[in-house]
């Protein structure tokens, strides 16, 4: 692992086409000065950033993700394209927070094509909490091995967390303090994204970490860094569901 000196961090960069992309074209005209890190990838708008997208670029390696939008409101394909965007990147957020990465590695700005100086600036914040987070896995205390099984945990779960949000967590009526209101200090939206979100999540982590061989259940806890508790009440549902088989201590999986 590189000294905190050698550290040359990755961050993939998502811009859209039509505001922030031109926001890094103008700050690379005027000669505004940031640090290397960004690895761009254009899209046509911030709502299309899917949220593989997000965890994937961690896989391949990336210690930070920036998605860069147009304004809100500025959207030029549907004048909602950028709250897909915003409620994208709080979901992220929360998946990532939940699988011990730290939830600061991500980073979603409005920067318009004439904001070259703030697209700057933004890269500018993200390379001081780059510096300060280290490569991934170094301030979250995991080895590479444990962060890709824990991103692939989240991975197979975006089929099912996009039905989700469009079911089950989109606004009525979307602005952007109300996502604030709803993805965070709200214990009744918590407790729903706990039940359909994250607890899915954890039940795939224990799949994945039992699936090549039988494990005992404190392993699969200190492993995962899990209570054990809560992975009891995970198994309990998993042997429900026919996918686990537990003797003694030991947890098989029988069924994915
Ligand atoms: S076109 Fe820029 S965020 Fe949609």
């Known amino acids: 692992m590189a000294s905190p000196n050698e550290f040359k961090p990755i961050v993939v960069g998502f811009l859209c086409n039509w505001c922030c992309y031109g926001g890094a074209d103008l700050a690379g005209v005027s000669r505004f000065q940031y640090p290397s890190h960004l690895r761009v990838i254009r899209q046509m708008c911030s709502g299309r950033v899917d949220l593989e997208f997000i965890l994937r670029s961690f896989i391949k390696g990336a210690d930070g993700v920036f998605v860069g939008g147009c304004h809100l409101g500025d959207c030029h394909y549907n004048p909602e394209g950028n709250y897909d965007a915003l409620g994208n990147s709080m979901i992220a957020k929360r ?22 100086n703030r697209f700057a600036e933004v890269q500018n914040q993200i390379a001081t909490v780059m510096k300060q987070l280290g490569p991934l896995g170094s301030s979250e205390g995991k080895s590479s091995e444990e962060m890709r099984a824990a991103l692939q945990a989240a991975i197979d ?3 099912y967390i996009k039905l989700v949000e469009r079911e089950r967590f989109r606004l009525p009526v979307r602005t952007e303090e109300n996502y604030h209101k709803q993805y965070e200090g709200n214990p009744e939206f918590d407790a729903l994204f706990k039940h359909m979100v994250l ?11 039992a699936r090549s061989q039988s494990v ?7 492993g995962l860094g899990m209570p054990l508790p809560e992975v009891n009440r995970h198994l309990d549902v998993l042997a429900q569901r026919g996918v686990v088989k537990i003797e003694g201590d030991q947890v098989q999986v029988v069924a994915v």
């Open 95 to 116: 998946m990532l927070a939940h699988i011990g990465i730290n939830p600061d590695r991500l980073r979603l700005e409005w920067v318009s094509a004439g904001e070259g």
């Open 157 to 159: 779960l975006v089929p």
């Open 199 to 209: 607890d899915k999540l954890s039940m795939g982590q224990i799949v994945g970490y």
């Open 216 to 222: 005992a259940v404190d392993q699969i806890a200190g």
